[in-house]
């Protein structure tokens, strides 16, 4: 059974910066690509960076040339350095992975942006 962890969420300014960390538990993930979704009250849960086994990424076109997932396999943990943040960044931010057919979610951690 995967468990995963998210922290590092807050209250940054505009133009500011946050990390954030998702720890595994359970598993090693090492071979599973890892993914960050967020949901903004009202709106549906979209993805916004996720990076395979390979460390390959991908990013959505908001969030492109601002925000870098990377991964370390050793301690079984993906991230998220958001730079550049804006208003509209904020949402409750989830660390995903689909192992063996099932996917799994943390509990989410909030990311609030002030104007």
Sequence with gaps: QVQL???GGGLVQAGG???LSCA???RMLLMNTMAWYRQAPGKQRELV????????TNYSDSVKGRFTISRDN???M???QMSTLKPEDKAVYYCNTL?????YWGQG???TVSS
């Design 99 to 103: 192992d063996a057919g099932n996917p």
């Design 24 to 26: 595994a538990s359970g």
């Design 17 to 19: 910066s946050l990390r």
């Design 49 to 56: 960076a996720r990076i395979t086994s390979f460390g390959s």
């Design 109 to 111: 951690t909030q990311v």
């Design 78 to 80: 993906v991230f998220l």
């Design 5 to 7: 962890v998210e922290s």
């Design 74 to 76: 050793a301690k079984n």
